[in-house]
């Protein structure tokens, strides 16, 4: 079997966007959507304050709350681990949205221009009225992982098979990966690592995994 | 060029250099001749130290391009009055009206004169972003170095927003530019304020993680408030702002007074430094008679010998009797005969006695305990005695490394605490050597490509160094350029780099009244300025908008509409990052933390048409060589390697001819071929197609040129520290010549030139030079306000791009004045609340961030907003720390620089939104 899943080294990130960027660039989100992003998490009180950097987005659980809720069907789980939309299905109903513990969905019903006077040629290029009115959120940039498998490519290994904010990562904080696979470097990572998902307790199965410190 | 997978669209290679931490490699995604996405350049990644990664800002250079607030075409102002409130009138004109209007000009100098009355160049040009500029602007070095005398010293931010201290002094103690760890080999790192996974860019991102995670090195972060980098360091140190040197020196006392002498490095100390050097009684070294060379105390004769006797066993410390010649400045002499001298050392140990961690907790809040700590855990990871071997060659291993954020860095203090960091490196023999606290560019020495090669040996076993004259015969009595660098500091020098290093305030507030004995201020005929905007990136800001509008003719290089440029006569519109064509030198060491184990060049090509009618530097750079009557000896700079390689060599000449107007791509062809042959000795003349298709070739780099220390021993050289004899010197020097000129308004600074750093409370300090100037009560003003690098936007000029924007958002402080909640609490303030923030010189207005990682008598405004003209960026409504900042000779160091720093009080003036 195959389980991709995300491996977020929280001693790495340095909370800087670039994966942030990346995902926009390639998904060609609108403004003010982010399929991937970065918490700003403070913790303490002063002087005892620490500061940490959290990569959030699709968690593409095991048990996707978003699936069980969607009344047509459009969002289903992969065998693969990945959670997808089906935006002809989709009747933007939001419900998805309402029903993610992880704040992971948008829905835009207009087409807003980043300086909102008119798309720039970026924008009327990348333009997919196919997102307006529907659910959207991170993909795992599914459409690079089914290309990298048509044509012999390893997803987590090559650049052209792998998501964009991993790709783009300036600190390697974000290792994407089929956990099922032993020898991923994801794999390995969560085996070397001592780690936890987010909300693991609403029993949603996340394949984001975040490591925290080394096994002693 | 490569067609790549999986959507089948084009893949253009070209590089970023927005920030000083650049240039890294990437590749621009084209889909039906549109520009769609940033991605990293693999190609790259077994050559580039961070494998080929960009950080954020160069994904915002698709919107950059596209940005539909571009000056698109040449405009002229209609309106002669120049003002903030006055509408310049900009409108549109054709590129041969534009050029031909710069030209008259530049011709009508020519025939005048290229220096003024007051002995200025009538030229002057301002670049921005630590000169990234260059990287951009294609041969315009080789149309300023074919003009002549061109001023570039009004600062756009030099010397308040950068690591001024460092910069001078780094340079002329192990040749560091710019100072940072040997981070892939550190294990513990003491960082007072530099905010580096900020500031460092991708490859110190890159290697900072992977010494967190696969090191395991411990970085402890001594800062007010806790940055980026705080937050991904083991330990946050909250220091009191602008206090950072009572704390170093209380370090280097727990290292000298509560450890066993043999924790230190005594072989280092003894042979690789000038500490076993013995003081005379004026506080000189003394020197053999016959060749001056200054005497240590060799302990197997026990007498005094010249320091490079072979096979001696210098005294490290102590006081003996001896005589010798004492060369005081200006060459008195003085001869002693059975003298009491002490060694260097010694002198540094009478120095930091009184240095004590309970000393220092009163000044810096921070704990003894503490600091004791710190200072002890240095100690342990130093591994005196360990070695490692690097490409053949054993070297010493000391894997810990002292760094300085640019407000420690900059202003008073910042000698002491780059004395004292370079010191502390120095007393476990850490100084670049493997693991520790090393150098990665020259800036002001030559070559600038080459560190070890810019290290020739000088007087005293020390590295020369090109100090401007103090001297009566040789000292630069009229300043050359409006802020006077040569004059007024020797520590410069006179490279290209020298006029953005003076104190480059003094040009703007010459502006506003002279200096008594010196020059009638005047203001160039012509000013030029790219990539910069100092009426925003300054300090006391409206007053350097002031200024600028008293400019007669003002050429503005413009991506939009800004502050500065709407003070502007003509508006150039040049191709942006991904429009232009350009060859850059890259790898080996430069800048922050960009260690490659390669060099070579990169290209940076059209990847998208230009829009609008924007030209391509070079086009615009020629055509005004044409049209001003020197393309003679504009082709000429090129062919002498003024646009980044020299067209001529040992095994090749694609030189241009001097009396054509060639085109863009003709010129960087030349460059290519002449690139390619120089990385392959001439076996190699790759034209720019080849280029283009490549993006970048490298040869390999040496990493043993990373470090200065082999290069030293095999010179026979000493590091100067700890003893300043020399800076003592020329400090007496220059105070002489200019008290000889009638110039006692320097004399502040002259203070700073002291043997040993001079102790000063330089938060105390600080303040009472802004009240005593500006006036106002101590009380009234209880807060310090400071302000932190943002990776999103430092360097960039990018503030008016949307995408930048959002994602900027996403970290804590770009939307308003961090304070922390027991501070505003107390002050009736809630978070988003709008306040009031007060300096002595005046106000502005902010929405509150509340933050538990702050000091409470401690405010931060990151980054530099405050925008009034630039679109996009005109609505944020965030304040910028620069207008409350006044410019102050009290406030100004030796060097000339002052620090990011300023009281201020705080009042709400209204709730959240």
Known sequence: MTRYAMVVDLRRCVGCQTCTAACKHTNATPPGVQWRWVLDVEAGEFPDVTRTFVPVGCQHCDEPPCETVCPTTATKKRADGLVTIDYDLCIGCAYCSVACPYNARYKVTRDTPAYGQGKMPNETQRADPARIGVATKCTFCVDRIDYGHAHGLVPGVDPDATPACANACIASALTFGDIDDPDSKASRLLRENEHFRMHEELGTGPGFFYLWEKKQ | ?913
């Open chain 2, 1 to 913: 060029m490569t067609v790549s997978n999986p959507q089948g669209t084009t893949k253009i290679a070209t590089y970023c250099y927005q920030c000083v931490a650049g240039p890294d490699l990437l590749k621009v995604k084209i889909e039906d001749g549109v520009a769609t996405a940033i991605e990293p350049n693999f190609d790259a990644e077994d050559v580039h130290p961070a494998a080929g990664r960009v950080c954020v800002k160069a994904f915002g250079l698709v919107q950059k391009t596209y940005n539909p607030n571009r000056v698109l075409q040449p405009m002229k102002r209609t309106n002669p009055k120049k003002g903030r409130h006055e509408d310049p009138g900009f409108v549109p004109i054709s590129w041969d009206e534009a050029l031909d209007t710069i030209a008259a000009k530049l011709r009508g100098i020519r025939e005048t004169g290229l220096l003024d009355a007051s002995g200025y160049p009538r030229v002057a040009a301002s670049f921005g972003g630590g000169g990234t500029p260059t990287a951009y602007m294609g041969t315009f070095p080789a149309l300023l170095a074919a003009w002549g005398p061109v001023d570039m010293s009004f600062g756009s931010g030099q010397g308040v927003k950068c690591y001024h201290s460092e910069h001078l002094y780094g340079e002329l103690w192990h040749r560091a530019f710019i100072v940072c760890p040997d981070t892939p080999r550190s294990k513990y790192i003491l960082s007072f304020g530099s905010n580096i996974e900020a500031s460092g860019g991708v490859c110190g991102v890159w290697r900072h993680a992977a010494a967190r995670v696969e090191q395991g090195v411990k970085r402890v972060q001594i800062e007010p408030h806790l940055s980026v980098t705080g937050g991904c360091s083991a330990e946050w140190v909250p220091i009191k702002p602008k206090t950072d040197a009572a704390c170093m020196h209380a370090m280097i006392h727990v290292m000298l007074f509560e450890n066993a002498r043999s924790r230190l490095d005594i072989d280092f100390l003894k042979h690789r430094t000038a500490s076993p050097y013995l003081v005379a009684p004026n506080g000189f070294y003394l020197r053999d008679p016959d060749t001056r060379k200054p005497l240590v105390w060799d302990l197997k004769a026990g007498k005094a010998v010249v320091f490079d006797t072979p096979d001696i066993d210098p005294a490290l410390d102590g006081d003996f009797i001896a005589s010798g010649l004492e060369v005081l400045p200006d060459e008195e002499l003085v001869t002693h005969e059975g003298v009491a001298v002490r060694s260097a050392f010694g002198k540094l140990l009478d120095h930091e006695r009184s240095f004590t961690p309970e000393w220092a907790q009163g000044i810096c809040d921070v704990p003894a305990a503490t600091i004791r700590c710190v200072a002890n855990e240095y100690l342990d990871h130093a591994e005196i005695g360990a070695t490692i071997e690097i490409e053949g060659r054993t070297l010493p291993y000391r894997p810990v490394a002292v760094t300085l954020g640019k407000t420690v860095n900059n202003g008073w203090g910042g000698y002491d605490c780059c004395w004292a960091r370079t010191l502390m490196a120095c007393l476990v023999g850490a100084l670049d050597v493997p693991g520790g606290t090393i150098g990665t560019a020259v800036r002001l020495n030559r070559p600038a490509n080459d560190r070890q090669s810019s290290a020739k040996p000088g007087v005293d076993g020390f590295m020369d160094y090109p100090f401007n004259p103090t001297d009566k015969e040789n000292w630069i009595s009229r300043p050359q350029i409006r802020n006077a660098n040569r004059t007024l500091v020797p520590l410069v020098a006179n490279s290209a780099w020298s006029a953005a290093l003076g104190p480059t305030h003094l040009a703007w507030m010459q502006q506003r009244h002279g200096f008594e004995s010196f020059p009638e201020p005047t203001q160039p005929d012509v000013w030029f300025f790219y990539r910069t905007n100092p009426v925003i990136s300054f300090w006391d800001t409206p007053q350097v908008a002031e200024a600028v509008a008293k400019f007669p003719f003002v050429v503005a290089f413009s991506y939009t509409r800004d502050e500065t440029n709407h003070f502007a006569d003509i508006l150039l519109p040049d191709c942006t990052d991904l429009e232009g064509l350009q060859m850059l030198r890259i790898g080996g060491t430069k800048y922050v933390e960009q260690f490659w184990d390669h060099q070579g060049f990169a290209l940076r090509q059209p990847a998208v048409p230009p829009q609008g009618e924007t030209r391509d530097f070079t086009w615009i750079s020629t055509e005004l060589a044409r049209r001003s009557g020197i393309l003679d000896t504009y082709n000429k700079a090129i062919n002498r390697g003024a646009a980044g390689v020299p067209l001529k060599g040992p095994n090749y000449d694609f030189s241009l001819q001097p009396d054509r107007a060639y085109g863009v791509e003709e010129i960087w062809d030349a460059s290519c071929r002449a690139a390619s042959a120089e990385l392959t000795e001439g076996a190699e003349d790759h034209g720019l197609e080849w280029w283009k298709e490549h993006g970048f070739r490298t040869i390999e780099y040496p990493r043993l040129q990373w470090f200065l220390y082999p290069h030293l021993v095999d010179l026979g050289l000493r590091f100067e520290m700890p003893y300043q004899e020399r800076i003592s010197r020329i400090g007496e020097e220059l105070g002489r010549r200019l008290h000889e000129s009638g110039i006692d308004w320097w004399d502040r600074q002259l203070t700073e030139y002291r043997p040993l750093p001079e102790f000063h409370d330089f938060s105390h300090l600080i303040k009472h030079a802004v009240i005593s100037n500006l006036g106002g009560r101590d009380e009234d003003f209880p807060f310090w306000l400071l302000t932190a690098r943002s990776m999103q936007y430092s360097w960039g000029g990018n503030v008016s791009l949307q995408m930048v924007r959002e994602v900027a958002a996403n970290v804590k402080g770009h939307r308003g004045v961090i304070m922390n909640p027991t501070a505003a609490r107390k002050l009736g303030i809630e978070d988003g609340d709008l306040v009031e923030v007060r300096s002595p010189l005046r106000e502005t207005r902010g929405r509150v961030v509340l933050r538990q990682g702050i000091r409470p008598d401690t405010l931060l405004m990151v980054g530099q907003f405050d925008h009034w003209i630039t679109p996009y960026a005109k609505d944020f409504d965030v304040p910028s720390m620069n207008a409350l900042v006044p410019m102050l000779m009290d406030l100004t160091d030796a060097t000339g620089s002052a620090a990011d720093i300023v009281p201020v009080s705080i009042k709400r003036i209204g709730g959240a939104q």
